[in-house]
């Protein structure tokens, strides 16, 4: 297997070649590519130099996958090619992940929409991916609303949002008698930002809209009611997120721990408080405080933290990419 990461300099790009350095599994070649910015320059990939290439210069016809972990406009613009070109393709921008000719898959959820056929796979938005994982084996108990306010990194602003965190707490501090913090207001250090990228004219932001439509499409719950609040919070990886779920009938905390324990994604912490930097150095959705919610019928809370940049974003990518190749190892064996 030939694998293009095309972004491979980001945050996510970089995850992807830390998995493919510990797993490998069949990759003959990893071609990274990125802007005219970083050709030329080198990556590691366990240790082996690898030389990044210029996506403007990239020919799709050298790789057979491809990662996209690059922009909305980037994928609209070369995804095309990258099919055109016989290449198979996971993408992590939000260009294609609601149109419904292309699956929306979070690996372990609804793996079963990827068919032999398939030549494109979304991967969700990160938040979706922690959400999808900490209730997908709750949805057998059905599932009637869910209200989620999410607590996010500033890596899911990618290299960007890094540099801004760090910038701003070297540049700003607290005023020692009043310890109030001495910066400006749209600060994300010693702050929160309640919304997450674009607003609409009822004051919705983007990463809202994409929590609900992806979580409906991704669980084939199209009606399913989801009141998400998104809010950035000064950490630097792991978005966490406090979720009320109302069942359609009574579930007990005995049925929803063992539901838990049975997921091989979530790692239930019954002893101890779910938060980003433990859930930051491993690979499952940490979940816990659970509590019945009496404001609530059938009403149960928790809290949810997962790492963006790995099971968020890169992890469930390869888990995709995995999906597919199987199915195309079937077609072979059927072949020869
Ligand atoms: N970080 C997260 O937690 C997260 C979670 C979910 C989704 N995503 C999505 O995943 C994608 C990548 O995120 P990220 O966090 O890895 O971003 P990032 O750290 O900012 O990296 C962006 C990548 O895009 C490349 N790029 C930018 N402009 C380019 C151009 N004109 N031509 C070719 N490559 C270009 C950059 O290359 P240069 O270094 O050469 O500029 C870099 O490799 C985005 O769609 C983002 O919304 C990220």
Redesign the pocket.
Known sequence: MRLAI??????????YLRIIAAQRSGVTEVIP???????GSSLDLGGMELT?R???QFDFADCDYAL?????E??REYVPQALAAGCHVVD???AYRMDPQVPLVVGGANDGVVTPQTRLVA?P??ST?ILVHGIKSLVQFGIRRIWVATYQ?M????????DKLTNEIDEYGLDPQSGRADCPEDAIAYNVVPGIGGMDSELRCSEERKLLQETRKILSMPDLAVVPHAVRVPVS?G?SMAVSLEFETVVSAEAIAEAWNRDSDVLYRSDALPNPVAASRHEMVEAGRLRAEDGIGNGWSFFLSGD??NL??ALNGWRLLSLMRAHHQNLEAKAG
Do not use: M, Q
């Open positions: 095309i972004g491979a300099s980001g945050l996510v790009g970089g995850e590519v990125a802007s005219s910015r970083s050709a990044v210029d996506l403007a996209f972990c690059v922009g909305d980037l994928s992590k921008s939000n991967n938005n990160c991916i990194s890596s899911g602003a990618g290299r960007a949002g890094i990886v978005h963006n940049i968020g974003a």
